[in-house]
């Protein structure tokens, strides 16, 4: 039972560099996100997709990408990374659009330094 | 002032207490509420959903206050592995906003 499955797990990076968050469910949702976490701040949406074709941005999507590739992969792209987006990042999936209190579904999560 | 505030603790408890947190919420116009449990350098899972009139499951209890804004989370009898961060979850216009969390530690 995979569930949500991300990778990589822990990534350095310097300044400038980019890179490609990939992250799958095999539980059919059609509901996928990516939230960051950081100390004191709790969790916040960085962009979500409710359905195959369609992407948002969510609370703090400025330095991001995402693409929704089909139903079950939605991946998150640095473009080019700087040390503010030091987190730790997740992957989450849930049957319908959160709101409407389905349970979500979490990635194991990707540490992320940028230096 | 965040759309969600809890209390970062620690709370720092021996097994068989009870042991109680809090979550207050901007927003009035929230729509539904849960807790999810987060063990150290894991993902968040959903412990419960919390609905107007409380709910329990097991040892847990959960309560929702709309008037005052806030939920609480009650554990009883608490055991070492409830040792987590417990984060408060609202669902405010089809997003869901997650607090911070507050850390507990059971110990022996």
């Known amino acids: 039972n995979a569930g949500v499955t991300q990778t990589p797990k822990f990534q350095v990076l310097k300044t400038g560099q980019s890179m490609t968050l990939q992250c799958a469910q095999d539980m059919n949702h059609n509901s996928m996100y990516w939230y960051r976490q950081d100390p004191g701040m709790g969790l916040r949406l960085i962009y979500y997709?409710?359905?195959?074709?369609?992407?948002d941005k969510g609370e703090v999507p400025n330095g991001y990408n995402v693409s929704r590739l089909n139903k079950r992969e939605f991946s998150l792209r640095l473009e080019s990374a700087a040390p503010s987006q030091t987190s730790v990042y997740f992957c989450a999936s849930s049957e319908v659009t959160a709101g409407s209190g389905n349970t979500i579904y979490f990635g194991e999560g990707s540490w992320l330094t940028v230096v | 002032r965040k759309e969600v505030e809890q209390d970062p603790g620690p709370f720092n408890v021996p097994e068989g207490a009870t042991v109680a947190f809090n979550c207050t919420y901007s927003?009035?116009?929230?729509?539904?509420f849960f807790w999810y449990r987060q063990d150290c350098r894991k993902e968040p899972k959903l412990l419960m959903s919390v609905y107007s009139s409380g709910n329990e499951d097991g040892r847990f209890t959960a309560q929702l206050n709309r008037a005052s804004q806030y939920i609480s989370l009650l554990i009883r009898d608490s055991k070492l592995s409830d040792s987590a961060t417990y984060l408060c979850?609202?669902?405010?216009?089809?997003?869901?906003?997650f607090g911070a969390g507050t850390r507990l530690t059971v110990k022996p």
């Open positions: 927003n009035s116009a929230s729509q539904s």
């Open positions: 997709s409710a359905s195959e074709g369609t992407t």
């Open positions: 979850v609202v669902n405010v216009n089809n997003d869901m906003r």
